[in-house]
C-alpha cells in the first residue's frame, strides 16, 4: 500500500517574507539578548579586561599584563582551592547523575503515589541555599547534631565532627549539595524518560529484552540528548561550588573546603584585588569549558 | 472684582494650599548604612532611627540601610566610587584606618566641635582607635567584649557555687571538669565549655590568650608577632584546653550550639548573645573573662560612626547631629543588639540601668578596662578575615586539630599575615 505524498510545504519563496520573518524572531529574541549582553556578555568581557589590571574597584584600574596570572600559577592558596574544587566535582557530580537518572526511573514507574514522592524528591529544591547551609549545619553538629544522635544510637563514638574535621568536612559538603540539587537532574531525566515512545520498548520486548535490556539499549541511548545536557551542567555547577561552603564551613576547617569561588570572592570582595579575582574567574571559566568540550567530545555530541 | 480676578486669587491659593505644608514638612534626609543585620537587630534599629526621625525638630531625616557586613565593605566602596556613599555608616574602630586612607571617610574634629560631641569618659584607647594620623575619622558607640557565660541550672547540678563565677584558669578548669558528663559507654553527654574548633571565635579567644600572656599580634617592625613565646604560651594553652576533653569542639563556624543546647555549661562570647539566651528561657549567669595567662584582658571590637566624604559639604553638619543623637540615645540598641555603650550619658540612662538585663551586661561593663582590640590596621579586614584565606584561622585550626605543632601554626601564621601586609 503506497502512502499518500505529503502535502507540498508552503516555503515563504520571497526574500521579504524571509526577512520579515527573522525580524520576528530577532524581535522575540531581543529582551533574553539586551540581558543577557547587559549583565552577562559585557561584565564577562570587562571581567577578563581586569585579570590583566591591578584595580581595587576605587580609582582607575592599571595595567599589568600577565603579572595577575602569574600570580595565581604561584599561589599555594589558589592551587588549594582548584584541588579542593576537583575534589568536590569528583565527590559530588557523579552521584548528582547517577542518582539524578536512577531517582528519575525510579518516580517514572506507575507506582500508586507516584505524584506525592515525585513532590517530596523535588521539595528541597525550592529551598534556599542559607537555609540548607543552616539545616545541615544543624544536623552534622558534633555535640548535639541529630545525625552524631543516631550514630550515637548505634554504637558510634566519639561523636564524628563532620565540619570540623578536614577529613570529613568536604564529603559533608558533597552530601549536602546531593541531597539539596539531586532532584533538578531527576527532573530533567524524567521528562527526557517520557519522551521515549512507548513503541520503542514495546518492539524490544517482542525481541526478547527484559528489563535490563530495555534499559541498556533503549533507554540509555535514548538519553544521551539529555545526558549532553545534564553532565556539563553538573559538572559546571559542582566546579562553581559556594553558597552551601559560605554558609557551612567558610572555607574552612584548615582551609579544606576552601574552593575557587570563594577564593575568588575573597579576593573581590575581602581584599579588594579585583585584578586577581578576575583572572581566577578567567582561569576558573577556562577549567569549566575544557571539561564541557572534553564531556561533549566524548559522548559525540560535537 | 471681576470673574477673573477671582479665578486668579482662587488659583493662587490653591497653588499656596499646595506649597506651604510641603514647605513645613520639607525634610532633609541623611543615608546611613550599618551592618546590624543579625537576629531582629535591623527591626530593632529602624524603631530607633524611627523616634528620631519623630523627635528631631530640625527636619532630619535618617534613611538607613542594612547589609551584612561583608556586603556592606564591597557597598561602601563601590557607592563611594560612583560619588554616591551614604552620608553616614556605622562599622568597626578596626576599620576605619583602611578607608580613611584611600580617602572615603571624613576627618570630623571640626564637625565634632560644632555639634559639641563630649567623649569625656569614655576609654582612652578607644578614642585613640577612632583616630588616623591624630584625626578623628569616627566616633565610638560600643564596646562588645568577650566573657563568660555559664548555665546556672549546669553549674548548680555540678555542685558549684553560680555566684562564685571562675576568675583563673585553675577555677575556669575545675568548673569545666565538674561539669563535664561521661555515660557508662564513656561517651560524653554534657561539655564544661562550648568552644569551636578555630573560627572566629578561635581566633577572638586566641587574641584574648595572647595578649593575658603578654604578647600582641603585631611587631614595632609593623609585621606580625606571633612567633613570640607569649603567642607560643597562648596556642599551647588553647590546644591543652581542646584536649583536655572538656570542650565540645564544635565546627569552626561560630557553632555554640552545644551550649544554646544545654550540653555545655560554659561559654566565650560577646555581650550578643544575651538577648537570644534570655529569649530561650536560659537561666543564665555572666562573668568576667577569667584571666587564663598572666595579667586580665579580653577580646573586643567596637562599633563607630564616621562620615564619608560628599561632593557637597552641605549636609555634613546634619549628619553630625545624626551621630551626637544616636551616641546620646545608645542606650536602647545597646540592651537590645547586646553592646556596652561607651559615652557616660547613655550608660547612665535609665533605660540602661534599669533594664532587667542589666544584671547581664554588668561584667561586660566591668571588663571595659580589661579589653583589648586588635590592631586598626590598614589591611584589618585581609589580616583578620574570617573566611578560608585567613592564615590565623587555619593555623589555630591545625594546632587545636594535632595536624600542626604549635610552631609549626604559629610559624605558617606569621609568614600567612606578612605575605598579606606586605603584598603591594
Known amino acids: 500500500m503506497s502512502r499518500p505524498a505529503p502535502p507540498k510545504a508552503k516555503h515563504a519563496t520571497s526574500p521579504w517574507i524571509s526577512i520579515k520573518n527573522d525580524l520576528i524572531a530577532y524581535a522575540f529574541m531581543a529582551p533574553y539578548l539586551f540581558l543577557f549582553i547587559v549583565f552577562l556578555l559585557l561584565p564577562a568581557v570587562v571581567g577578563v579586561y581586569a585579570s590583566f589590571t591591578k584595580w581595587g574597584i576605587i580609582g582607575q584600574p592599571k595595567w599589568v599584563g600577565l603579572k595577575n596570572y602569574n600570580k595565581l600559577i604561584n599561589s599555594d592558596l589558589f592551587i588549594e582551592s582548584l584541588q579542593n574544587t576537583l575534589y568536590f566535582v569528583v565527590l559530588a557530580a557523579i552521584p548528582l547523575i547517577v542518582l539524578g537518572f536512577l531517582l528519575a526511573l525510579l518516580v517514572n514507574q506507575k507506582l500508586r503515589g507516584r505524584n506525592i514522592a515525585r513532590a517530596i524528591v523535588f521539595l528541597p529544591h525550592v529551598v534556599s541555599v542559607a537555609a540548607v547551609g543552616i539545616i545541615f549545619q544543624w544536623i552534622l553538629e558534633r555535640s548535639s547534631g541529630l545525625l552524631n544522635y543516631y550514630l550515637g544510637l548505634l554504637g558510634v563514638n566519639p561523636p564524628i565532627n563532620w565540619l570540623g574535621d578536614p577529613d570529613s568536612a568536604m564529603p559533608a559538603i558533597a552530601i549536602t549539595t546531593i541531597w539539596w540539587t539531586v532532584n533538578g537532574n531527576m527532573i530533567i531525566y524524567l521528562a527526557g524518560l517520557q519522551d521515549i515512545p512507548e513503541d520503542l520498548y514495546e518492539a524490544a520486548r517482542i525481541d526478547g529484552a527484559g528489563r535490563w535490556q530495555e534499559l541498556r539499549y533503549v533507554t540509555i541511548p535514548m538519553l544521551m540528548p539529555v545526558n549532553a545536557f545534564v553532565i556539563p551542567l553538573t559538572v559546571i555547577a559542582c566546579w562553581r561550588v559556594f553558597g552551601q561552603v559560605f554558609v557551612m564551613t567558610r572555607g574552612g576547617p584548615q582551609g579544606s573546603t576552601f574552593t575557587v569561588a570563594q577564593f575568588i570572592y575573597e579576593t573581590a570582595f575581602v581584599n579588594f584585588n579585583m585584578g586577581l579575582a578576575s583572572a581566577a574567574g578567567v582561569i576558573l571559566m577556562l577549567i569549566t569549558l575544557s571539561f564541557t568540550i572534553i564531556q561533549l567530545r566524548a559522548m559525540k555530541v560535537i | ?424
Open chain 2, 1 to 424: 472684582m471681576t470673574k477673573r480676578s477671582l479665578l486668579k486669587i482662587v488659583l493662587l491659593a490653591l497653588v499656596a494650599l499646595l506649597l506651604l505644608p510641603g514647605a513645613a514638612l520639607a525634610q532633609t534626609p541623611v543615608t546611613l548604612m550599618h551592618g546590624w543585620t543579625g537576629a531582629d537587630n535591623t527591626e530593632m534599629l529602624n524603631t530607633v532611627f524611627a523616634r528620631f526621625n519623630e523627635e528631631n525638630a530640625d527636619g532630619l531625616v535618617i534613611e538607613p540601610t542594612a547589609l551584612q557586613w561583608d556586603d556592606l565593605f564591597t557597598q561602601l566602596r563601590l557607592t563611594a566610587a560612583a560619588g554616591n556613599p551614604p552620608d553616614v555608616v556605622m562599622f568597626h574602630n578596626t576599620e576605619v584606618t583602611g578607608y580613611a586612607r584611600e580617602g572615603i571617610l571624613l576627618p570630623v574634629d571640626d564637625l565634632m566641635a560644632a555639634v559639641d560631641i563630649d567623649l569625656t569618659g569614655v576609654p582612652q584607647n578607644i578614642i585613640e582607635l577612632s583616630k588616623v594620623d591624630g584625626e578623628f575619622y569616627c566616633l565610638p558607640g560600643d564596646l562588645h567584649p568577650m566573657n563568660l557565660y555559664y548555665n546556672v541550672d549546669l553549674v548548680e547540678a555540678a555542685g558549684l557555687d553560680p555566684d562564685s563565677p571562675p576568675t583563673t584558669g585553675e577555677e575556669f578548669m575545675a568548673w569545666a571538669e565538674a561539669m563535664t558528663i561521661t555515660d557508662d559507654d564513656g561517651m560524653v553527654t554534657q561539655y564544661g565549655l562550648d568552644q569551636p574548633l578555630g573560627g572566629s571565635l578561635g581566633r577572638w579567644f586566641f587574641h584574648t590568650l595572647l595578649y593575658q600572656f603578654g604578647g600582641s599580634w603585631l611587631g614595632e617592625d609593623g609585621l606580625a608577632a606571633v612567633d613570640s613565646e607569649e603567642a607560643h604560651e597562648a596556642l599551647q594553652y588553647m590546644v591543652d584546653l581542646q584536649n583536655s576533653g572538656i570542650s565540645s569542639m564544635g565546627s569552626g563556624v561560630g557553632d555554640i550550639s552545644a551550649f544554646q543546647n544545654e550540653r555545655a555549661g560554659m561559654v566565650l562570647v560577646g555581650p550578643w548573645m544575651v538577648n537570644s539566651y534570655i529569649r530561650e528561657g536560659k537561666n543564665l549567669g555572666t562573668a568576667v573573662m577569667p584571666t587564663f595567662g598572666n595579667v586580665p584582658a579580653t577580646w573586643t571590637n567596637t562599633h563607630c560612626l564616621a562620615l564619608t566624604r560628599q561632593d557637597s559639604d552641605e549636609n555634613y553638619l546634619n549628619s553630625m547631629k545624626v551621630i551626637k543623637w544616636f551616641l546620646e540615645n545608645y542606650a536602647e540598641p545597646g540592651i537590645k543588639v547586646g553592646i556596652v555603650p561607651v559615652l557616660p550619658v547613655a550608660l547612665a540612662d535609665p533605660y540602661w540601668t534599669d533594664h532587667e538585663f542589666a544584671q547581664y551586661y554588668a561584667p561586660f561593663v566591668d571588663s571595659l578596662s580589661i579589653s583589648v582590640m586588635e590592631p586598626a590596621i590598614e589591611k584589618y579586614t585581609s589580616v583578620f578575615a574570617f573566611g578560608g584565606q585567613s592564615p590565623i584561622l587555619r593555623n589555630i585550626e591545625a594546632a587545636q586539630a594535632g595536624d600542626k605543632s604549635v610552631e609549626e601554626a604559629l610559624a605558617d601564621m606569621k609568614a600567612g599575615i606578612d605575605e598579606i601586609l606586605l603584598d603591594e
